[in-house]
Each structure stands twice: as C-alpha cells, then as structure tokens.
C-alpha cells in the first residue's frame, strides 16, 4: 500500500515509517522537522518538508499521489507546556488535524490511523483502564488528542473514513535492531532523563515524590516499547481496512513500574552510578497508571513483546551509546 506518515521523523514516527517498510509498503514522511530529524529519514521513504498548517502544501500531496492509507503522528506532546500555552497545542494539534482531515477527504484518502494518548483519560477512576474509562483530560494536550477523536468520529459518520485512534500509554525504548540513530532532542520523560543522566549530559536526575501510595512510594506508569507501538499501527490499519470499521484502542503493556524500578534497572544495565534527587511532586502525576490492552489483542491479535524493563532500558541504553559515539 501507498502510505503518507505524518511526523514520520519523529522518534514514534520513525518506528512506526520502519515497521511499514519492513512488511513492505511504500512511505512518504511528511514532516516539518521541529521536532523529527533528518537522521530519522530512510533512503526507501519520500520526504515531503512540509508543516500540517500549510493546507495547500498537504492537498497537494494527498490530490498528486493516490494514498491507501495516512498515519498522523504529528503533535505537539509535552502536557506541562500545553497548560502554558494551549495556543500553540489548540492550532498546532486541533488545527492542523483539521487540515488534515479535509485534505485528506479531497485526496480521497479513506483511512487513517491517529495517535492519541492515555492522557484523554485524566486521573483513573479504576485500573487497568479500558477503554470504557471515562475521558476527562486532565491537561490541555489530553483535551486535544481527545478532542481529534470526536472529530475523527464525525468525519467517520459524514465523510465515510475509517479511522483507529491508539490510546498509546508510556511510549519508550529505541529500535530493538538499533536502526534509528536520532535522539528525542529535549525530552521530558523519565527513560530519556534517565540514559541523559547516565551518558552525563545531566548531573543528576529528579524523582517527583516519593510519597505515593505504592509499593515504594514513587509513581508507577505503564511503558511500551516503540516496536511494539509500530507492530500495532501496522494491524490496526489491516483491521479497518478488512472490517471497514473504526476502532479506539489502549496500547500499552499492561504492567506497572514504578520510578525506582525503572532507575534500579537503569543503574544496573548501564553500570553507571546515575544520581538522583528526590523532590516534590510533580503537579497532575496521578500514582498509577495502567492500561488493559484486552481490546487491541481481541480485535488485532497485538500484544506488548518488547515492553519488559529491561528491553526498554537496553534498546535505550544502545541508542543513546551510539548517538554520543558518533
Ligand atoms: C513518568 C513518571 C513522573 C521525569 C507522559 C504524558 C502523557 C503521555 C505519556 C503522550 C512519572 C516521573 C518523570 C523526571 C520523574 N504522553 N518522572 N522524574 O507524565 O506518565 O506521561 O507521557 O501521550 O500524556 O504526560 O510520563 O515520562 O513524564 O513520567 O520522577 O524527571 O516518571 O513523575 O511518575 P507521564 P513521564
């Protein structure tokens, strides 16, 4: 199939534009590289340099090739920032779906596979959480991942696409072949702080709380390997095309770490020291998080196979050793 992959370079995006040419398809990344690398870009792929808020830019490419299918992974994502400013979150993510969505009805584009969050959900109200969970975003990107899904379902209804939203939980790991070589530039999630610290970019890393009511007090997330992400946009796109159906959907691994067992691991397989400070708590952290992924294994026959502890630190661990080593 002809595949359009918007936010191909970005660290999801790359995964997900390598598993697609791994069961042979053919990808075009659309990206405007704000946060996606050129690195991240693969010989076998079309780029297009383009941004989603430049309308003439993506009808052109969604009316000039016949796309089977897009996937669109571009968004902004940092859920502190987008309290500071919404703005930037509201036309970057809403915005440009909109342009998406409309140019993809002109280019006759009928499927689409979406990355959402487990931040629609907002503090559980029971665990694992499904997908019947109540959707309360607890911060303005979980409103705007949210907020494309309702479009999405109108757009199902109006215009006759077919769509998966993938409700990802904590996206984490690199390339278990270590076939992509560009770092998250910037990042603000616990694995990445970690390795930083560990390479010494970062002096030392800060645990937010150690007074949670869990087994040792820090906060407990679900992390899901890349690979695993990727494997799952590739059957989500066979299962709404086959069934003609749209579907929503957790991926996640189902299992909880806290974030002294995630550090534990991490002194353990890199061999280095990694100082960490406790320090408040950060605001809006909820102390669990875990997802039921019984719908993605009924419906797609997915299931997480990289997402144990000590794969996601190793897979992460190597990227980070070859970025710095080249
Ligand atoms: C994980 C745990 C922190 C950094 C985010 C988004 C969410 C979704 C997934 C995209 C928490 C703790 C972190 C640090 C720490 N994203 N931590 N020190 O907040 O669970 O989820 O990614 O859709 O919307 O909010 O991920 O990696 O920031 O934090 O102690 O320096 O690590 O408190 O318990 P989070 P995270």
Not at 41 to 68: Q, R
Not at 132 to 142: A, D, I, L, S
Request: one cysteine or more.
């Amino acid at each position: 199939m002809n595949i359009l992959v918007i936010g191909g370079a970005g660290y999801i995006g790359s995964h997900v534009t390598r598993e697609f040419l791994d069961n042979g398809h053919n990808c075009t990344v659309y990206d405007n590289l704000s946060s996606g690398l050129r690195q991240n870009l693969y010989k076998e792929a079309l780029f297009i340099h383009g941004d989603i808020l430049d309308f003439p830019c993506l009808l052109d490419v969604m009316t000039n090739t016949s796309f089977d299918a897009l996937i669109h992974l571009a968004a902004f994502k940092a859920a502190g920032e987008s309290m500071l400013n919404p703005g930037k979150y509201a036309r970057n993510n809403i915005m440009g779906t909109i342009n998406i969505l409309n140019a993809a009805c002109q280019g006759g584009i009928k499927n689409i596979v979406f990355s959402s969050s487990a931040a629609v959900y907002g503090e559980p109200q029971y665990l694992p959480i499904d997908e019947k969970h109540p959707t309360v975003p607890e911060n303005f990107y979980g409103f705007t991942k949210l907020d494309i899904e309702r479009l999405l379902e109108w757009y199902d209804k109006l215009k006759n696409i077919r769509f998966a939203a993938l409700r990802y939980f904590n996206a984490a790991g690199y390339d278990i072949d270590s076939r992509i070589k560009g770092l998250e530039q910037n990042p603000a999630n616990l694995i990445p702080i970690i390795m930083e610290t560990a390479i010494g970019i970062r002096k030392e890393m800060q645990v937010f709380g150690n007074d949670y009511d869990t087994t040792d007090g820090t906060c407990i997330r679900d992390y899901i390997h890349v690979n695993d992400l990727a494997k799952g946009h590739v059957s989500a796109l066979d299962y709404i095309i086959k069934n003609d159906k749209s579907i929503t959907i957790n991926l996640g691994s189902e299992q909880g770490f806290s974030v002294t067992q995630v550090l534990e691991t991490a002194r353990k397989i890199t061999g280095k020291p990694i100082p960490a400070k406790t320090v408040e708590r950060r605001s809006g952290d909820p102390a669990k998080l875990t997802a039921s992924c019984s719908l993605a294994s009924e419906l797609l026959g997915w299931k997480a196979r990289y997402s144990d502890m000590e794969t996601l630190i190793k897979t992460s661990w190597e990227a980070y050793k070859i970025a710095i080593n080249s």
